[in-house]
């Protein structure tokens, strides 16, 4: 059975950081990477960042560029989303979840989401 548990969100002050992790478990067929997503109340789910099982390649959204940065340790079985220098704007919740391609973005498995709150 394959599970993508979040955990790392929280409340931070503007300017803030917060490291999310995404541990996952089971065998993942049909992923090529893993990828960050968001959404804040009222709005559509959207793109964050992702990265290749390979950490080789990466990709972010323009509006989280130089601030966010996401890796991944293959023993561990993790993902992280290092979030810096946090806006209100970046306030959602954020999904990990297992992707075809970091191209294509097609979702194969999703996360249940954490919670980032950022105040002003």
């Known amino acids: 059975q394959v599970q993508l548990v979040e955990s790392g969100g929280g409340l931070v002050q503007a300017g803030g950081s917060l490291r999310l992790s995404c541990a996952t478990s089971g065998r993942i067929f049909g992923s090529n990477g893993m990828g960050w997503f968001r959404q804040a109340p009222g709005k559509e789910r959207e793109f964050v960042a992702a990265?290749?099982?390979?950490?080789?390649?990466?990709r972010y959204v323009d509006s989280v560029k130089d601030r966010f940065t996401i890796s991944r340790d293959n023993v561990k079985n993790t993902v992280y989303l290092q979030m810096n220098s946090l806006k209100p704007e970046d306030t959602a919740v954020y999904y990990c979840?297992?992707?075809?391609?970091?191209?294509?973005?097609?979702?194969?498995?999703w996360g249940q989401g954490t919670q980032v709150t950022v105040s002003s």
């Open positions: 990265i290749t099982w390979s950490g080789a390649t990466t």
């Open positions: 979840a297992a992707i075809s391609g970091i191209a294509t973005l097609k979702i194969v498995y």
